[in-house]
C-alpha cells in the first residue's frame, strides 16, 4: 500500500526517465489495488460486519438470519488518490447467485457504487471522503421484492426498482460517509469505521425499545407453519405476529377466538379476515402476507393446546 521512493531521486522526475550523469532514471507508476471483504452467516463473520454497509439499508439482520444473503463490499485505490467502491447485497441458492428472472425469484440486485478520493494513512489504513459520485441500483424479483418493506429498502423515499445516480438524486451521497478502513497484504478489507463515529450514534434506540415493550402484549402461543419456515404468535392483547424468518419479515394485525366452536378468526392489517377450520383434534389456518399474497403459511395446532392458551 505504500509507495516506494527509492525510484524518486531527483525532483520534477514523474513517468518518463531522465538521464543525469549516463544513469536513466525511471519513476514508479501507480499501482491499482483492490481489497475485498464479503460477510456471510456460513463464513462466521456476520458479527463482524459494522452496522452500516454503503446501502440503503442496514442488511445485518438479514445476513444473520439467512445463510444464503451475502454483502460483499470492494476498495479499489488507484495508487494516487482515487478510489472506487461497491457494495453489494445478493442471494445464493443451490451454489449459484440468485439473478433476477431465474425460476428462484429470489434473485436480487443491490448495488452502491462510489468514487471519490482517499488518504492512505501510513499504517495499514486509508481514510475515504465523502464520494465525488454514487450509483445505486435496486432491482427485485417476485419473492425478495418483499425485502424493501421488510428492511425498508429505499432511495429518499422512492421504493421503485432502478438505478439511481447522485446526480439526480444528491441524497445517496450520505451512502458512504467518511470511513476509515484497515487492510492487509493479502487484498482483504480487515474491517472498516466511520472516521467521525459520534456522528452516527443511534439516537432513541432505547426510547423505541421500551415503546415497543409497552405496546406488545405477553405471547400466549407461538404456532410454527407446518414447513417450519414462518411462525404465527399470538398475544395476551388480541394481536398476533406472523414472522417470516429467512428474510426478517413481518406482519402484524388482531384476532378473535371462540371457544365454543374453536375457530380462530384473523384480521390482518388490509381488515382481510381469515377463518381457522377443525379437523379431528386440531386447528389449521393458512395465512397470507397482507402485502403479497406470494407468501403465504400453513398452520397446524392442537386445538386443546390453542384453547389452553387463549383461555
Do not use: W
Not at 406472523?242 to 375457530?263: E, L, M, R
Amino acid at each position: 500500500m505504500k509507495k516506494s521512493v527509492a525510484a524518486v531521486l531527483t525532483a520534477g522526475i514523474m513517468a518518463v526517465g531522465v538521464i543525469s550523469s549516463g544513469l536513466t532514471v525511471f519513476a514508479e507508476e501507480a499501482e491499482e489495488k483492490t481489497y475485498t471483504v464479503s460477510y456471510n452467516l456460513n463464513d462466521g463473520n456476520n458479527e463482524d460486519m459494522p452496522e452500516y454497509q454503503f446501502l440503503t439499508a442496514n442488511m445485518k439482520g438479514f445476513v444473520a438470519y439467512d445463510s444464503r444473503t451475502y454483502v460483499q463490499i470492494d476498495l479499489t485505490l488507484d495508487g494516487k488518490d482515487g478510489y472506487k467502491l461497491v457494495s453489494d447485497f445478493y442471494v445464493v441458492e443451490n451454489g449459484k447467485k440468485a439473478e433476477i428472472g431465474d425460476d428462484t425469484g429470489i434473485g436480487i440486485v443491490l448495488t452502491t457504487t462510489a468514487e471519490g478520493t482517499y488518504t492512505d494513512n501510513g499504517d495499514d489504513t486509508v481514510t475515504i471522503d465523502t464520494p465525488e459520485h454514487v450509483q445505486h441500483d435496486m432491482f427485485t424479483d417476485t419473492y425478495s421484492v418483499q425485502m424493501k418493506e421488510a428492511a425498508d429498502l429505499n432511495v429518499n423515499g422512492e421504493t421503485e426498482d432502478g438505478s439511481y445516480d447522485s446526480d439526480d438524486v444528491p441524497e445517496l451521497l450520505s451512502l458512504v460517509p467518511e470511513t476509515v478502513f484497515t487492510l492487509n497484504d493479502e487484498g482483504e478489507i480487515v474491517t472498516y469505521n466511520y472516521l467521525h463515529p459520534e456522528d452516527y450514534e443511534t439516537e432513541g434506540a432505547e426510547d423505541g425499545a421500551a415503546e415497543t415493550a409497552d405496546t406488545a402484549g405477553a405471547e400466549l402461543i407461538a404456532i410454527p407453519s407446518d414447513d417450519e419456515a414462518t411462525t404465527f404468535t399470538l398475544f395476551d392483547n388480541g394481536t398476533y405476529e406472523f414472522y417470516f424468518a429467512s428474510y426478517d419479515i413481518k406482519d402484524n394485525g388482531t384476532y378473535a377466538y371462540d371457544a365454543d366452536s374453536q375457530t380462530l378468526t384473523i384480521t390482518d392489517v388490509n381488515g382481510k379476515e381469515t377463518t381457522s377450520t377443525v379437523d379431528g383434534d386440531n386447528v389449521k389456518f393458512q395465512y397470507a402476507y397482507s402485502e403479497s399474497d406470494q407468501l403465504t403459511g400453513d398452520f397446524t395446532v392442537e386445538a386443546a393446546a390453542l384453547a389452553d392458551a387463549l383461555k
